[in-house]
């Protein structure tokens, strides 16, 4: 009932910058959480940044004072600044409704010299 699709990744040198974009739609009606996470090769899937559900935000200790995440109508944004090569994975936008976990098709973002 709910899609969500991810765009803006791509290619980036180090300490380059990337604007991540999730358009979501469907059933959207009662969000417990929306954010981005991120999964590199042989690497479990990580939480990057989100939102909970009273507006606050997390971020992993990673990504701190470089990452911002933000919000639109409908649509969840990651501003990326200062890349590093560590930063490379597919990510993915997700979403928490009641008892279920949406998952976007996930981007690919590599930095890279």
């Known amino acids: 009932q709910v899609q969500l699709v991810e765009s803006g990744g791509g290619l980036v040198q180090p300490g380059g910058s990337l604007r991540l974009s999730c358009a979501a739609s469907?059933?959207?009606?009662?969000?417990?959480?929306m954010g981005w996470y991120r999964q590199a090769p042989g690497k479990q899937r990580e939480l990057v940044a989100a939102?909970?559900?009273?507006?606050s935000t997390n971020y992993a200790d990673s990504v701190k004072g470089r990452f911002t995440i933000s919000r639109g109508v409908n649509t969840v944004y990651l501003q990326m600044n200062n890349l590093k090569p560590e930063d490379t994975a597919v990510y993915y936008c997700?979403?928490?409704?009641?008892?279920?976990?949406?998952w976007g098709q996930g981007t690919q973002v590599t930095v890279s010299s």
């Open positions: 469907g059933a959207i009606f009662s969000i417990n959480a």
């Open positions: 939102f909970t559900s009273v507006g």
């Open positions: 997700n979403l928490k409704q009641r008892q279920y976990n949406y």
